[in-house]
Nanobody, 115 residues
Framework: QVQLVESGGGLVQAGGSLRLSCAAS????????MRWYRQAPGKQRELVAA???????NYADSVKGRFTISRDNVKNTVFLQMTSLKPEDTAVYYC?????????WGQGTQVTVSS
């Protein structure tokens, strides 16, 4: 089992920045890719960014150049630095950890961007 706890969400004005954190605990030794997803009201959950254990990253087109995903493999934590935030970034952000044959999710953290 892997437990994920997100933090760092909040209310920010458009153009502002936030940094989300996701701390993993439990059987962390076989975590491979970690991802951030988001879900806005009335919309499907969408992939925002991903990072492999080796540090390879990819991003949704909507956040490229504004968001940066990183991870600290010693502290088993993944981060999402969000800059130039827009109202359309408003959503609940979820952390996801992929292990062989399973996926784990955090409880989510709310990000609200006011115009």
């Amino acid at each position: 089992q892997v437990q994920l706890v997100e933090s760092g969400g909040g209310l920010v004005q458009a153009g502002g920045s936030l940094r989300l954190s996701c701390a993993a605990s439990g059987r962390v030794f076989n975590i491979n890719t970690m991802r951030w997803y988001r879900q806005a009201p009335g919309k499907q959950r969408e992939l925002v960014a991903a990072i492999t254990s080796g540090g390879i990253t990819n991003y949704a087109d909507s956040v490229k150049g504004r968001f940066t995903i990183s991870r600290d493999n010693v502290k088993n934590t993944v981060f999402l630095q969000m800059t130039s935030l827009k109202p359309e970034d408003t959503a609940v952000y979820y952390c996801n950890a992929a292990v062989p044959y399973n996926n784990y999710w955090g409880q989510g953290t709310q990000v609200t961007v006011s115009s």
